[in-house]
């Protein structure tokens, strides 16, 4: 359901369109301008609630909050000021297509978290009046869910978040994936330079699993991504916090099975790019983050790529050695002080395959004393290479899971392909899999079933597929020089160089192509 057709303000015409969406899915496209504002984006006082079973398509448009709003952009519909208990929802999508924007205000009432105060640490029209919150709440937030089981947020650009851009509260069985975040921290609004704090991109908080997160871009204010599980007492609805359900002690608070996977961002604020951070009692388990690429710019050096727990009092201090256990972190490209920093307790993880730019700088920091870890494994903790993660089990590969084989994803996948895609090869007529990601000679479909590579010697992955050290040389010159023709460059001077050193005789002469 379309809201230009209806009437009202741009939050009531887009709340009559998610009442009304037929079959649970709500589209909005771009604004048509009209008598009322000759513009094409959409200006909301209030955030679009998303009840049960639906889905909010952001077809090509800009969605901006108003100066008026002191709201989230999106929120459950099931939470909210005064709202205690919040009760358990299911199956809520957010997707964009084509380029869909959510923009904060142009001057924010107010931005930061709960312990910011509005005018002396964070920006916020609201600083001083009367009758109005003093410090940032749940509100600030930009899209927030809370107790949601099934869920997925995908293909959005969020742009200067009055506090995180997305927080996810007791959420399960989720999807966040091709998301940009464009936040500093710092902004000019009305040609002076203001504070806007905790401008995390995506937060995961107590009581969230199951969630796979992928493909995470740009840049925030603070940390890029957090699993940041802190207990309180403060009751769901307040606004004395930043989490709309809450931050009393429940059964189900610990944060587990969570996959990070193809991350390329910075802290434009100097933080950490990925933070993980349990208190209280909470445990953080079985995370794996892998792919992980710090594009920060040489004027920004971030604290750390990776911080795991901290030992400030704040926090409550390091946490009781198996809080924080079974993480596996690899193939981490850092340009940070620190690559990874172990500021509280690790227990039972792995550390691969971790690139820092300065080498001056440990891959592995023990901020809280190698005394809070125990039985940590990799190549970055025992400082050489570990080919273990690249050589398969032929007992166990390949992992097919899927009856049919493609399975029904891949094939989905090929049909939308092959309406525009013209010319293929032999072996892709007769196999119309779809491939998601590979692993040394290993490659896996979008279904999750798991082949054996026999055909990489046709193109350049001989040496396997993300072999760290090409995926390091790639990520680096990536952000350096995408393509120089057949002119010179230092890299291709010292490739010549280096052929010529080890080849024998006279070859000393070279040609260079970029196809067969």
């Not at 037929?22 to 998303?50: E, M, S, Y």
């Not at 909210?80 to 923009?103: C, M, Q, T, Y």
């Not at 609805?237 to 709309?244: A, K, W």
């Not at 850092?334 to 039972?348: E, N, P, T, Y």
Request: with cysteine.
């Amino acid at each position: 359901m379309n809201p230009n057709r209806f009437i009202g303000s741009d939050s009531e015409r887009i709340e009559q369109a998610v009442a009304a969406a037929k079959d649970g899915v709500a589209r909005i496209p771009k604004r048509i301008p009209d008598a009322a504002a000759n513009r094409d984006w959409w200006l909301i006082d209030r955030a679009i609630l998303l009840p049960a079973d639906t889905t909010l398509v952001l077809e090509d448009c800009l969605i901006q909050l108003s100066d008026r709003a002191r709201d989230n952009f999106i929120r459950s519909a099931n939470c909210g000021l005064g709202i205690d208990p919040v009760a358990p929802l299911s199956n809520i999508h957010i997707r964009g297509e084509g380029r869909a924007v959510l923009r904060g205000a142009e001057h924010p009432r107010a931005t930061g978290d709960g312990a910011k105060v509005l005018g002396e640490r964070s920006y916020g029209t609201d600083a001083g009046k009367a009758g109005e919150s003093q410090t940032g709440d749940w509100r600030n937030i930009g899209i927030l869910l809370a107790k949601v089981e099934g869920f997925s947020i995908e293909n959005l650009r969020i742009e200067q978040a009055h506090a995180w851009s997305i927080s996810l509260e007791w959420c399960t069985r989720g999807r966040v994936a091709d998301i940009e975040f464009r936040a500093t921290e710092k902004r000019l609004i009305d040609g002076r330079e203001v504070f806007t704090r905790n401008q995390d991109g995506l937060d995961l908080r107590q009581g969230c699993r199951d969630i796979t997160i992928e493909r995470i871009t740009g840049h925030t204010g603070d940390d890029l991504i957090a699993l940041t599980a802190i207990r309180g007492t403060t009751p769901a609805g307040s606004l004395e916090t930043t989490m709309v359900a809450g931050t009393r002690a429940t059964a189900a608070d610990d944060i587990e099975d969570i996959v990070i996977r193809d991350i390329a961002g910075y802290s434009a604020g100097g933080h950490q790019i990925v933070r993980f951070l349990n208190t209280g009692g909470i445990r953080l388990r079985r995370i794996t983050l892998e792919n992980l690429t710090d594009t920060s710019p040489p004027e920004i050096r971030d604290r750390a790529t990776v911080k795991i727990g901290d030992n400030n009092p704040v926090w409550g201090g390091v946490t009781p050695l198996g809080d924080t256990a079974e993480l596996t972190i690899r193939r981490v490209y850092s340009r940070s002080h620190h690559a990874v920093l172990i500021g509280g307790s690790l227990v039972d993880s792995s550390i691969d395959d971790i690139h820092n730019e300065h080498p001056d700088t440990e891959k592995v920091t023990y901020e809280s004393g190698r005394e809070h870890t125990r039985n940590l494994k990799g190549n970055a903790i025992m400082g050489k290479y570990n080919p273990q993660p690249y050589q398969l089990d032929l007992n166990f590969y390949p992992h097919l899971v899927t009856e049919e084989i493609p399975g029904p994803k891949s094939k989905a996948m090929h049909a939308r392909a092959t309406q525009h895609y013209r010319g293929l090869s032999g072996q892709v007529k007769l196999f119309p899999v779809a491939f998601e990601r590979g692993s040394g000679c290993m490659l896996e479909d979008l279904d999750g079933n798991q082949y054996i590579d026999f055909s990489s010697g046709i193109y350049v992955t001989t040496l396997g597929h993300c072999h760290p050290k090409i995926s390091e040389a790639v990520a680096k010159y990536a952000h350096q020089l995408m393509n120089a023709h057949d002119f010179t460059s230092e890299i291709k001077t010292r490739l010549l160089e280096k052929m010529a050193a080890t080849l024998p005789g006279d070859l000393k002469s070279f040609q260079l192509y970029d196809s067969g």
